[in-house]
């Protein structure tokens, strides 16, 4: 039995492309891996503590081989969790919509604490090493716009390079991709065959994952 974990980062529930096109993959996962387990964290809808100067504090006292004031210790005990909870998974699944040309605050709000020296990364001798090793992730990304490979557009894809780039930092070397867009661009038809698309390849995905 294996366990995913599905992050779930768009806010509009039944409304969300990615999360449409995610439930389409879990509905072929689910077929696939009967005895699976999948666990499902909305980044909007889900409690996460603030990484504030608090949770900061917390962090330097541990990087200067201080203790915990009762306060930090308080904080430090949530942001744990929430990276035990993530560490736990043995497959995940990510979907987001595309903000500002980045990612929604609150998936940076999780990233920023989930992503903590001697928990999801270490400085070894050479280095930084990111410490969750052998878990494939799978990223299903959507964008009101269009971001092609080898366009002059996708410089300002700072969605996908920002994920690859902070989840390969933590260790993953296996992020697979599902590109939804453009989802505002076009008339409704084009957009609903975009949809298909990805649906299409979610489900051939599912099998294998
Ligand atoms: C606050 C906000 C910012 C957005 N910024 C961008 C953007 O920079 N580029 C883009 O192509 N689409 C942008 N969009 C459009 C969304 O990426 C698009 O509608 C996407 O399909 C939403 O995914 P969802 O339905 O899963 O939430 C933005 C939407 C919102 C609400």
């Known amino acids: 039995m294996a366990k995913l974990l599905y992050i779930q980062a768009s806010p509009r529930r039944a409304l969300s492309k990615s999360t449409h096109v995610a439930a389409e993959f879990l509905k072929s996962y689910w077929h696939a891996h009967q005895d699976d387990r999948i666990r499902t964290i909305n980044v909007f809808h889900n409690s996460l503590p603030a990484f504030d100067g608090l949770a900061v504090q917390a962090k330097y006292a541990i990087l200067h081989g201080k203790d915990h004031t009762v306060e930090e210790r308080h904080v430090w005990n949530a942001v744990e969790k929430v990276i035990a909870d993530f560490k736990d998974a043995d497959k995940y699944l990510l979907s987001l919509p595309m903000w500002n040309f980045g990612i929604p605050y609150r998936l940076k709000q999780y990233i920023d604490v989930l992503v903590q020296p001697g928990y999801t990364f270490k400085v070894g001798e050479n280095g930084y090493e ?80």
């Not at 557009?153 to 969605?159: K, N, R, S, T, Y």
């Not at 298909?196 to 995905?205: D, G, N, T």
């Open 130 to 209: 990111g410490l969750v090793r052998g878990k494939p992730l799978l990223a299903i990304y959507s964008r009101g716009g269009a971001y092609p490979e080898d366009s002059p557009a996708e410089a300002v894809d700072l969605q996908k390079k920002y994920i690859e780039l902070i989840f390969g930092f933590m260790g993953f070397e296996n992020i697979q991709s599902i590109v939804v867009e453009p989802t505002l661009q076009g008339i409704s038809e084009e957009v609903e065959k975009v949809i298909e698309a990805s649906i299409e390849k979610a489900r051939s995905m599912a099998e294998m994952f």
